[in-house]
């Protein structure tokens, strides 16, 4: 197999080039012919792989990205490789290392508006998103799961499309003959005492790794501890500034930066803590690489690795926004701890964990890849139909609707016709025995376009609403109906035709239903609350706004009326209506919060309910919840309020401060 490696720039220093040159020369080992593009390759070439270093002008900014990518387009011939395997985001990959972070997150929630206009998001981006659109047929080697579902909450990748990778961690980076010795090196090249506590940050690129929060970490913790202590810096950036910060807190006879060095194993057996409080750390080798060493870590907790701390019992994690006395209390703790332990502890994670085999099993999933790249997935069969229109079938439907002229098939489906409105009809119809629904819609006509436009709402104008959240929720595993077909014919908007065929769902009622007919005891209600809350939580984050919240629209498998004692079973259902944005405006929230809580305010719920359903939807405590969602949750309840009025024509009967912090 001849495999094709791109990566913007490749140095000796990074996680990302290291993992490359892994996957690289395991797939040369594994008999594999590996060439690397690049436009800059700095320090030794590893013997048998080929380097096309392809160079652009200027600096290596957003114009040099552009170049590089316009530049390997032009030089690199496909047909003379199996796969195209990409360590950044760009266009026309067949497969992604995905060692970068969801970009669009970034874009959209940790920045305003203005940040996405700039060049290089909007380049960012689009990059992003020919890797990972539903569209898109890039496969995607995956570090870590929660990265996995900002991806696809922005982009509803297919989750067939992802193949997880364990931790590849070097065993030859972390070499260390005789740690006694390297720690004697280390403090006498730094003039240190044996006795001094070395706190070490290990990494490149010093804003992301929080070099500045270690260092007023550290100030605080020399306020605090009667040790010799002294702080280690590693990695590649310039120091100045953080250099100038030690000065300014009179710690510049303690703090040191070493620059980049590799390998690291003299300096983590040498290390009595690693500091790591990354603003960004999409997975964090580090971590793994000073636990397996014996150095305990204190790291933020949404670094992807940092779940192996708390498994392992090797440190303790930084909560976000910690305060760097906060940071130093953690740092004096884990320094508390004899060594020994953590030698120990240390020794078991070695012998029990796998954080060794990311090259390897990366080859085994390139290969797999590379055998089933000319055939289209079993799953999915896209066709167009012709000029103006496109046909998707999924599963079984590939089959029934086989030679066929599809749009004809479902505009002439027979069946039971559960609804027929003036722009839509929705019909039920069996194959073999299985029950599927059919929605067809006729096109709504310019004058309710033009009402819509006028209420400066987007006006659905088909079924591709419905397909896309459907398709979306199936990428994040959230229970809703099974999209197995979509078709769309025509130009003309107000006349535009389409279809989408789903899954029946058998045995199941309506969650209103259930409430007002059967008598739940306390603790498979609160089961509930927290199924309905934690769809309603991932919905909202993943953009899609349903428009129809309402209880009735949420479907309970009827083995829950048998034994309230199991798991409920829900699905979310009817989204003709949806809404998908990378973000859900505070508008849509409110109505969606509103509608769901109208449609329970005569269920006879109790405050305790809703503070449940709170707690889990905001995934905090609900003392927290009423201060801090105050003026949100004040919103949702005068909606619920006044959609009761309006169909009811008098107050719903719970008090009025129901979700306020008083007490009923």
Not at 215 to 224: C, G, M, Q, T
Not at 262 to 275: E, F, M, T
Request: proline residues 4%; aromatic residues 10%; positive net charge.
């Amino acid at each position: 197999m001849k495999l094709a490696f791109a990566i913007f720039r490749y140095f000796p220093f990074g996680g990302l080039q290291r993992d490359m040159l892994a996957i690289a020369q395991a797939a040369q080992a594994s008999g594999h012919q590996v060439s690397v593009f690049c436009s800059e390759w700095q320090g030794e070439k590893a013997p048998g792989i080929d380097v096309i270093e392809i160079k652009g002008a200027g600096f290596f900014n957003i114009a040099g990205v552009k170049n590089f990518v316009s530049g390997f387009e032009r030089e690199f011939q496909r047909d003379q490789f199996d796969l195209l395997v990409g360590f950044n985001k760009m266009p026309g990959l067949d497969v992604y290392f995905a060692g970068d972070s969801c970009f669009a997150h970034k874009a959209y929630a940790e920045r305003r508006w203005m940040y996405r206009l700039a060049p290089r998001s909007r380049l960012y981006l689009a990059y992003e998103r020919a890797v990972f659109s539903e569209a898109s047929a890039t496969q995607i080697l995956s570090l870590v799961a929660s990265e996995q579902t900002q991806f696809v909450r922005y982009y509803a990748t297919p989750p067939e499309r992802f193949h997880a990778l364990p931790p590849g961690i070097s065993a030859a980076h972390l070499k260390c003959n005789n740690p006694t010795a390297a720690r004697k090196e280390l403090c006498h090249e730094l003039g240190l005492t044996l006795d001094t506590k070395i706190i070490l940050c290990l990494g490149s690129g010093y804003k992301t790794k929080g070099v500045d929060i270690s260092i007023s970490a550290f100030a605080e913790l020399a306020k605090i501890t009667a040790n010799r202590i002294a702080l280690v810096i590693v990695g590649k950036d310039d120091p100045h500034s953080y250099r100038q910060q030690a000065v300014q807190a009179g710690l510049d006879q303690q703090v040191f930066f070493l620059g980049p060095r590799s390998p690291v194993g003299n300096l983590l057996h040498a290390a009595d803590v690693l500091l790591h409080p990354a603003r960004k750390e999409l997975a964090g080798n580090v971590i793994l690489e000073a636990m397996l060493c014996g150095c305990p870590v204190v790291a933020s907790a949404h670094c992807g690795y940092a779940h192996y701390v708390v498994e392992q019992k090797m440190g303790e994690l930084i909560p976000a926004a910690a305060a760097p006395r906060a940071i130093a209390n953690l740092v004096a703790a884990t320094l508390a701890v004899n060594a020994d332990v953590w030698r120990t502890r240390a020794d078991i994670f070695s012998r029990t964990s796998d954080v060794f085999s990311r090259p390897a099993v990366a080859v085994a999933a390139l290969e797999k890849i590379a055998a089933g790249k000319d055939h289209l997935p079993k799953d999915v069969l896209q066709a167009k139909a012709s000029a103006d229109s496109v046909v998707i079938l999924r599963d079984e439907l590939i089959d029934a609707c086989k030679d066929q002229y599809v749009f004809s098939l479902m505009e002439n489906m027979q069946g039971e016709i559960a609804r027929d409105m003036k722009d839509r009809q929705t019909l039920r119809f069996e194959i073999n025995g299985q029950g599927y629904y059919r929605k067809w819609h006729r096109g709504v006509g310019w004058p309710e376009i033009i009402k819509n436009c006028l209420q400066l709402r987007w006006p659905v104008l088909g079924a591709s609403n419905e397909w896309n959240a459907l398709n979306k929720l199936r990428a994040l595993n959230i229970p809703s109906l099974i999209p197995l077909a979509y078709g769309v014919r025509g130009k003309n908007p107000a006349r535009q035709q389409s279809f989408i065929v789903t899954r029946e769902l058998t045995d199941v009622i309506q969650l209103d239903h259930f409430f007002e007919q059967y008598s739940v005891d306390v603790k498979a209600k609160h089961r509930i609350l927290a199924s309905l809350a934690t769809i309603a939580r991932e919905l909202h984050a993943a953009g899609i706004n349903h428009r129809d919240f309402y209880l009735c629209h949420f479907m309970l498998k009827t083995q829950f009326i048998a034994n309230q004692h199991q798991a409920p079973e829900i699905y979310v259902v009817d989204l003709h209506r949806a809404q998908l944005r990378p973000q859900v405006p505070e508008r849509w929230l409110v109505k969606d919060l509103g509608s769901l809580l109208f449609s329970s305010l005569n269920l006879q719920f109790t405050r305790r309910d809703y503070l449940r359903f709170l707690q889990v939807y905001f995934a905090q405590d609900a003392r927290v919840v009423l201060v801090e969602q105050k003026v949100l949750l004040t919103k949702i309840a005068a909606r619920a309020r006044a959609t009761y009025r309006r169909d009811f024509g008098h107050e719903p009967l719970l008090p009025s401060h129901l979700l306020s912090g008083q007490r009923n």
